[in-house]
Every structure is written in C-alpha cells, then in structure tokens.
C-alpha cells in the first residue's frame, strides 16, 4: 500500500512516518515544506494547486494523510487569512486534485478538538460545532469542503498530543525535571492522547478504511483531565518529585483556552486500543527519564 503523509515534517508527521515505515505493506512518501526533518522527504507546497495535483498523480498513493496546517492559536487569531489559507486550502487543493485526476486516494484530514465551542467538553462525533477561534473556525470549513467533495475521506479530529517534539508536553516535562513550583489550571480541560497511540489508530483507520462509512472520527485519549491532573500524572511515570505542583485558575473568558474541549472517543475505534491511556503515557514520558 502506497502511503503519501503531506506535511511529515510536522510533529505528527515525523513519528507516523516513523511508524509506518516500519511497516512491511506499506511504501511510505512524505513531504515538508521549510523543515526537511528527514533526507527522503519531498519538497510540497500544499498550497501551490499545480504542484499538489503533479505530485499526487505521479505518485498515486492509496492513502493520503493531510497533516499541513497552523495550529498556532494565537498567529491564527491575528491573522485570519493565513488561518485560512494553511488550515482551509491543503484539503481543498488534495481533495479537488483527487477527484479532478480521478484517483482512487483515500484522504484522512486531520482536524482538531477546537471546532468545539468548548465549554460543555465531552464532545461525541455527531455533536454541533461551533469554533470560537479561528483555527477551528478554518478547520471546521476544511471539514466542510471534504464532507461535500466526492473523494473517499475520513476527518479525524484529535487533540492535545503528546509525545516527543510536542510543544506543551516537552515544556511540561522540562519544567517537572528543574522547577521548583508549577502552576498548572485546574479549570481547562482536554483529552490528551498519546502519540503511540494516535499511531496505533491512523494504522487501524488505513486498514479499515472501506469498511468503516463513518466520516467524522474521535480518536483521542479516554480520559478527560484538568491540566493539573495530567501533570501529575507525568510527574508519577517521571518518578521526580521535587516539584511543587500547585493548582491555578485560567480566565478562559479571555483566554483562547477553552473550559472544556474534551472529546469522546468514536465507538468504531473502541476495539483496537490495546493498552490503557496511562500506559500509552508510560511508554512515551519514559523515552524523557534522565
Ligand atoms: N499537535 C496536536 O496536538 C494536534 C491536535 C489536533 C490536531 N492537530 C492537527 O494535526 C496536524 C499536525 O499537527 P502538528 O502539531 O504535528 O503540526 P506542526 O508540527 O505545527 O506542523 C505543521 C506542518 O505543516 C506544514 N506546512 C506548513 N506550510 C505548508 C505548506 N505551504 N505546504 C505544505 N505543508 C506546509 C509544515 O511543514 P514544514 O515544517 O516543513 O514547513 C509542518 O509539516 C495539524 O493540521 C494540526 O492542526 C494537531
């Protein structure tokens, strides 16, 4: 099976292509844009139409993950266009390049949590969106565009990944090892999701592709914590605790923080999963133990 990840480069990317090469039946492609994190990547502008439909009719892939995007709460809040145009127009242009080339590609678009409003959280895949941000607000029309196109896709919504090369839990996970006291809110809410087994589900989502009709798909950790709770929880698998983790209050009335966004796993997904969210986290805090 022939495997195109647009937009390796990114955190994501790096490790579901790591995971995939590993795989025998698959003949993995990526792609970067500015950063080429591995020599074998392929220079891709998703946003350059020409480009992105002589790419994808060259190399015909059975499966295409489209993983471009800017989820930069706060560049996509002062500036809407370039929401737009990296959160929007890569789906846009895979999809019409799919159905225009008239390619069999199957397309797993990556969405986020933030197409919530976010305040009641535990959000179930048929619930109403209805983004506050403008990242979710590009997403959400991303979505849209796919659910319309007439190409075989699936939209994957995930949030708050956590693993090596991630922003918050490299911060999280830096600060536990030297701080003395972390502040840590106890009044926002999310379902992280660890990236062994995000990669485990993308693999079960690809295999099953055709059987599975339904389009929109949770695949997020099964526990909704507080950001505290989730700190503590990577302070135990780190086995360090010098630090003084005390319990603070976000204004997510201001915030681009959402009270609450967490998500409900899809049903379909229940049967893969083959360890608890705790052991997934396990296995990725230890590759951090000094
Ligand atoms: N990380 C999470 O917890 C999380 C949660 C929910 C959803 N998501 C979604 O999952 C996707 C990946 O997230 P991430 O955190 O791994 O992203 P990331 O590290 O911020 O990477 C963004 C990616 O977009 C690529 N890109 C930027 N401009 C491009 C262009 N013009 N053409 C093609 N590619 C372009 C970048 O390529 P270069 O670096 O090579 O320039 C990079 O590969 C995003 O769409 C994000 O919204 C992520």
């Known amino acids: 099976m022939k495997l195109l990840i647009i937009g ?109 409003e976010g305040s009641k959280g535990y959000y179930s895949d048929s619930d109403e969106c209805f983004p506050k941000t403008n990242y ?3 997403k959400l029309l991303a979505e849209t565009f796919l659910l319309k196109s007439p190409v075989r896709m699936k939209i994957l919504r995930t949030s708050a990944v956590m ?19 972390l502040s840590m809110f106890t009044n926002v809410f999310f379902t992280p999701t660890p990236i062994n087994f995000l990669c485990e589900g993308i693999d079960f989502l690809v295999s099953r592709f ?35 983790l005390e319990p603070a209050m976000e204004d997510t009335s201001t915030s681009l923080f959402k009270h609450d966004l967490s998500m409900i796993q899809s049903e379909i997904l229940k049967n893969f999963q083959k360890e608890s969210f705790e052991t997934y986290l396990r296995s990725v805090t230890d590759a951090f133990k000094a």
Do not use: M
């Open 210 to 244: 055709d059987e599975i009709e339904q389009k929109v798909i949770h695949l997020v950790g099964e526990l909704r914590l507080n950001r505290f709770e989730f700190a503590k929880i990577c302070q135990i698998n780190l086995g360090n605790f010098n630090t003084l």
């Open 8 to 116: 390796a480069s990114s955190f994501l990317g790096n490790h579901l292509y790591d995971f995939f090469q590993g795989k025998k039946d698959f003949s993995t492609f990526g792609t970067y844009f500015k950063n080429k994190t591995k020599s074998d990547f392929l220079y891709f502008d998703a946003l350059n139409k020409d480009q992105v439909s002589s790419t994808l009719s060259e190399l015909r892939p059975d499966h295409i993950i489209v993983l471009s995007g800017n989820k930069n709460l706060k560049q996509c809040e002062l500036d809407y266009e370039k929401a737009y145009s990296l959160n929007f127009c890569p789906a846009k242009n895979v999809a019409e390049a799919v159905s225009e080339n008239n390619l069999k590609s199957r397309i797993i678009f990556f969405s986020s949590d933030y197409v919530f």
């Open 163 to 181: 693993g090596k090369g991630g922003l918050f839990f490299e911060w999280l996970i830096s600060a536990l090892k030297k701080e003395k006291r």
């Open 136 to 138: 979710g607000k590009t």
